[in-house]
C-alpha cells in the first residue's frame, strides 16, 4: 500500500504560495495534480464543489485543510499534492480556521490510498512533524518530513486518560443495549472520515476496546441506512446538519486528529 512519501513528488509540492480565497487555495492544489498527471482539471472543480455543497468538512484539523473528491473519470491514478500559504485563508470553519497547510488528494481507488491517510492522520497529530512541515525551506525538506515517523497519539496523552478499563462496550454501558460498530461521516467517504476512523481506533487500542467495536468510515448518503447497525456517528459539525436526525447518537467532532476530543465524545457516549 502507497505511503504519503509514495504519493508526492516534490513538485507536486509548492510552499509559501499566494491564494486570495479557499477556492484560489483549492484550485492551486489541483492544478499541481494536473500538472503531474494525476487528475484533470474537472477533478479540481470537484473538489471546490464537494465544499460548496457539504461546506467546510475538510478543514480536519487547525489549519489544515484535506480537499478531496470523488473520483469520476478524471483521476488517472492515485496521487498527492501539498500546498503551504502565505497568507492562510478562511474556508468558513467555525473553529479550525484560517487555513494555512492544503493537501489535495486524488484517489482512483476506493482503497489504495488508506495507509496513506493513517499516516497523515498521525503525522497531522504530532506537533514536532507539523513544525518541521510549517518550517520546510524546500519540497525535498517537506516530503523529508511526510517521510518521517510521527509520534504514537499515546506519547502525548496524559496518563490518567491512558485506559478506560478493558470491559466490552456492553458491559461498560449495562442499561443500554449496543451494537458494538461506530460510523465516522464524510461527504464522501474517501478522506476525512478516513482521518476520524484512525483517531478513534487510537483511542479504542489506548481503551483495550477494538476486540469489541468495529469502526466504519462511510459517507452523507450511506450512513442513513448502515445508522440502524451502528451505536453512534462520529463527524464534522457541517455533515451533522446534513444527516438530520438519523435514530442515534451523532458526536460532532471539530479536530479530526484530536485523541482527547474524540476521547470525550466517547466517554459521553459510553456513559464511561
Known amino acids: 500500500m502507497p505511503t504519503l512519501y509514495d504519493l508526492t513528488a516534490p513538485s507536486s509540492i509548492v510552499l509559501d504560495a499566494d491564494a486570495g480565497d479557499w477556492r484560489e487555495a483549492i ?5 499541481l495534480l494536473e500538472t503531474a498527471g494525476v487528475s484533470d482539471a474537472a477533478y479540481s472543480e470537484s473538489m471546490v464543489r464537494n465544499v460548496e455543497a457539504n461546506g467546510p468538512y475538510i478543514v480536519v484539523a487547525p489549519g489544515f485543510a484535506f480537499a478531496h473528491a470523488r473520483a469520476d473519470g478524471d483521476v488517472h491514478r492515485t496521487g498527492m499534492s501539498w500546498l503551504r500559504l502565505r497568507t492562510p485563508v478562511a474556508f468558513g470553519h467555525t473553529t479550525n480556521d484560517p487555513v494555512s497547510l492544503v493537501a489535495a488528494l486524488a484517489a482512483s481507488d ?3 490510498h488508506m495507509d496513506a491517510m493513517r ?5 497531522l497529530g504530532d506537533s514536532d512533524t507539523r513544525r518541521a512541515l510549517a518550517d520546510a525551506q524546500a519540497p525535498e525538506d ?35 443495549r449496543t451494537r458494538n460498530h461506530i460510523l465516522t461521516v464524510c461527504g464522501n467517504g474517501l478522506g476525512t472520515s478516513l482521518f476520524l476512523k484512525n483517531t478513534l481506533e487510537q483511542v479504542l487500542d489506548r481503551w483495550g476496546w477494538s476486540p469489541f467495536l468495529s469502526v466504519e468510515a462511510t459517507d452523507t448518503i450511506s450512513a442513513r441506512g448502515k445508522s440502524k447497525d451502528a451505536d453512534l456517528i462520529l463527524t464534522s459539525g457541517e455533515i451533522a446538519r446534513t444527516l ?15 485523541t482527547d476530543e474524540v476521547d470525550a465524545a466517547l466517554r459521553d457516549a459510553y456513559d464511561i
Request: glycine share 12%.
Open 110 to 112: 476506493s482503497s489504495d
Open 27 to 31: 484550485r492551486a492544489a489541483g492544478k
Open 142 to 176: 517537506f516530503l523529508r518530513a511526510l517521510g518521517g515517523e510521527p509520534l504514537r497519539a499515546d506519547d502525548h496523552a496524559d496518563s490518567s486518560r491512558q485506559s478506560a478499563g478493558t470491559d466490552e462496550p456492553s458491559q461498560a454501558r449495562s442499561t443500554a
Open 244 to 258: 438530520g436526525d438519523v435514530g442515534i447518537p451523532v458526536k460532532v467532532i471539530s479536530n479530526f486528529t484530536s
Open 119 to 123: 499516516q497523515l492522520a498521525g503525522i
